[in-house]
């Protein structure tokens, strides 16, 4: 059965993420991923489903959206992904730098994240080479790239 779904496709560090924004049942996550990788259109390495976080958390949390991997493990550049994507739907980035906590599969906690536009990178997180891109780097948890 065709079905129409709403995705935005990241890339995060030359890791290509679909995430699917429409509402799928976990059941049918590995199907749909599938097909969605199958698309060579898109590019996909890997799909994260995109949830109300009120589906997932057992605790209160200021998150509104949780993200699921499609076999509910952790992945740190679908998660850096995510948090881009969160910043961004809530207007967060302000002066080039935002801060936010995501809800990611296969972590039992909320993870901090800090994300700076291409002109906010501290220096000390700038080292190497930016290929003259238009780029937004984010971290996690230890995670800066």
Same mark, same amino acid.
């Given at each position: 059965? =065709? %079905?129409?779904?709403?995705v935005? *496709? =990241? ?6 993420t679909?995430? *699917?924004?429409?509402?799928? !049942?976990?059941? @049918?996550?590995?199907?749909? #991923?599938?097909?969605?990788? @199958?698309?060579v #259109?898109?590019?996909?390495?890997? *799909? ?8 997932v ?20 550049? !679908?998660? %850096?992904?995510? !948090?881009? /994507?969160? &910043?961004? %739907? ?7 730098? &935002?801060?936010?906590s *995501? ?9 901090? =994240? %800090?994300? /700076?536009? &291409? ?7 700038? #080292?190497?080479?930016l ?8 971290a996690? @948890?230890?995670?800066v790239?």
């Amino acid at each position: 059965m =065709a %079905r129409n779904l709403d995705v935005l *496709v =990241a890339d995060s560090s030359g890791n290509i993420t679909i995430m *699917v924004l429409s509402p799928v !049942a976990r059941e @049918d996550y590995a199907s749909v #991923a599938q097909s969605l990788l @199958d698309n060579v #259109a898109l590019a996909g390495e890997q *799909v994260a489903f995109i949830v109300p976080a009120a589906e997932v958390l057992l605790s209160e949390s200021d998150c509104e959206y949780h993200m699921d991997m499609c076999g509910l493990e952790f992945c740190g550049n !679908a998660s %850096r992904a995510f !948090a881009l /994507y969160e &910043a961004r %739907r809530l207007n967060l980035i302000d002066g080039g730098y &935002a801060e936010s906590s *995501v809800s990611v599969s296969g972590c039992d906690q909320l993870l901090s =994240a %800090r994300i /700076y536009d &291409a002109e906010g990178i501290p220096a000390s997180s700038a #080292a190497g080479s930016l290929n003259n891109k238009d780029l937004n780097w984010g971290a996690i @948890d230890g995670i800066v790239e």
